[in-house]
């Protein structure tokens, strides 16, 4: 069945460091791609999406392009800032009606 | 404009119990689907309601069960419950008019 794999965590960054969380898929037909995010304590929020090959979806300084002949999805940020510390989950839907997420990877940004 | 909103917030249940969780979707919203997230791990797929029946259901065990109302409201019940029963349960309602999922804050259900 389809699936997402994305980096274990914690990744832990000084604040303005550069930020790669690899996503890779495995589906079988053509599916959309989401990044979502998760405060503590909170739901998850969708923080960017993609839905056909070489997309870029962008949101709040993140980025990540729907890479079909790599089948990834990675989420960039150029610089981050202690408040981007949550949780993010990489997710795919496919032509059913559910979302399949990743483990998720927790982000820690140091002052 | 309000958004999905669950209850309760957290709960604790004893073994064999019975529990039922809420879910009010997102105004203008009349789907609702229901993901099960364990500690540590991302959310799995329970089931999805639709026009008040169940739509598409995840790899769980009869013991999760729904209903959705005329409303768009639902709820999730869970018979028998089991220590591998706790775990964060998140409720995601949308429309079927734009894509779009808005997740709720989670109902955090341990079993002792």
């Known amino acids: 069945g389809d699936s997402v794999t994305q980096m274990e965590g914690p990744v832990t960054l000084s604040e303005e460091a550069f930020l790669t969380i690899n996503c890779t898929y495995t589906?079988?037909?053509?599916?959309?791609l989401f990044w979502y995010v998760q405060y503590p304590g909170e739901g998850l929020q969708l923080l960017l999406k993609?839905?056909?090959?070489?997309d870029k979806g962008s949101n709040k300084g993140f980025e990540a392009t729907y890479r079909k002949e790599t089948t990834s999805f990675h989420l960039e940020k150029g610089s981050v800032q202690v408040s981007d510390s949550a949780v993010y989950f990489c997710?795919?839907?496919?032509?059913?009606?559910?979302?399949?997420f990743g483990s998720g990877t927790r982000l820690l940004v140091r002052p | 404009d309000a958004g999905v909103t669950q209850s309760p917030t957290h709960l604790i249940k004893t073994r064999g119990q019975q529990v039922t969780l809420r879910c009010s979707p997102k105004?203008?919203?009349?789907?609702v689907s229901w993901y099960q997230q364990a500690l540590g791990q991302g959310p799995q797929f329970i089931f999805q309601?639709?026009?008040?029946?169940?739509?598409q259901r995840g790899n769980f065990p009869d013991r999760f069960s729904g209903h959705q109302f005329p409303n768009y409201s639902s709820e999730l019940n869970v018979n028998a419950l089991l220590l591998g029963d706790s775990a964060l349960y998140l409720c995601?309602?949308?429309?079927?008019?734009?894509?779009?999922?808005?997740f709720g804050s989670g109902t955090r259900l341990t079993v002792v």
């Open positions: 995601a309602s949308s429309s079927r008019r734009a894509w779009g999922y808005t």
């Open positions: 589906a079988t037909g053509y599916p959309s």
């Open positions: 993609a839905t056909k090959a070489d």
């Open positions: 997710a795919l839907s496919d032509s059913s009606y559910k979302l399949i």
């Open positions: 105004s203008g919203h009349d789907t």
């Open positions: 309601y639709y026009e008040e029946e169940e739509r």
